[in-house]
């Protein structure tokens, strides 16, 4: 993203650009120990997840936006990337507005596959229908 910041920086997103600059605001060594932090975290959560096969999480705070200029809030999946677990999110529900809902199946480390499997489950048990999607576009 430093091409685009250094010489576009007025055509990205608002959010986009603000977390950009936090990022360039953090001092050095508060980022290496948030990374000495997450190891540490992640050491600790594969001892948390001994023994279960997924923890289920919001995918979102609530139904998808409209249109395609946002795809929403993504503090859900900020968590899951730090701690290097796969995730896969799943539309099993319609808000207000008929756009999806999401839930997010989230695994212990390199349990790649089966999330997958899980997740193929999951979907054909809850998942919205196709057809049920409204445009995204308005």
């Known amino acids: 993203m430093a091409h685009e910041w250094h ?3 007025d055509r990205l997103s608002v959010q986009l650009a603000r977390c950009i ?3 360039l605001d953090t001092p050095h060594r508060d980022y290496v120990e948030a990374l000495r932090l997450a190891e540490r975290c992640r050491i ?3 001892a948390v997840m001994d023994g279960f096969d997924l ?3 919001p995918s979102a705070t609530g139904e998808a936006p409209l249109g395609l200029e946002w795809t929403g809030d993504s503090t859900f999946q900020g968590l899951w990337t730090l701690l290097h677990v796969p995730t896969v999110s799943l539309p ?3 808000g207000p507005n008929g756009l999806p ?3 997010q ?3 212990p480390r390199f349990g790649d ?3 997958l499997q899980a997740a193929s489950w999951v979907f054909a048990t809850l998942g919205t229908p196709r057809e049920a999607a409204p445009a995204l576009v308005a």
């Open 7 to 9: 010489h576009h920086r």
């Open 105 to 107: 199946l989230i695994a």
């Open 21 to 23: 600059a936090l990022g």
């Open 92 to 94: 099993v529900h319609s």
């Open 44 to 46: 600790k959560l594969d």
């Open 113 to 115: 596959v089966r999330l």
């Open 101 to 103: 809902v999401g839930v």
């Open 55 to 57: 923890l289920v999480a």
